[in-house]
């Protein structure tokens, strides 16, 4: 089976980001996350949650698509996306 992996972006998402990783964590799966550059504490809160969760954490100045494109460039190659 293909490795499974979840992309996305964030911006200022501090109180919402760890119950969004807990909806889609699976230990098989790599959660990318693009972070542009908030300013509420939800970087901080992503490298906490990065000891806990398979997590790769980006930080770029992004749009929102932008960003979800950086993010999917991320996936381990070959892997299935969401």
Do not use: H
Request: aromatic fraction near 12%; charged fraction near 25%; glycine fraction near 6%.
């Amino acid at each position: 089976m293909a490795d499974v992996c979840v992309y996305g972006t964030v911006f200022n998402n501090a109180r919402y980001v760890e119950e969004s990783i807990k909806s889609v964590y699976r230990p098989n799966y790599t959660i990318v996350v693009v972070d542009s550059y908030s300013t509420d504490g939800t970087w901080e809160k992503l490298l906490e949650l990065k000891r806990d969760f398979n997590l790769k954490l980006y930080r770029y100045k992004s749009s929102r698509g932008l960003g979800r494109q950086i993010a999917l460039r991320k996936c381990p190659e070959g892997s299935i996306t969401a």
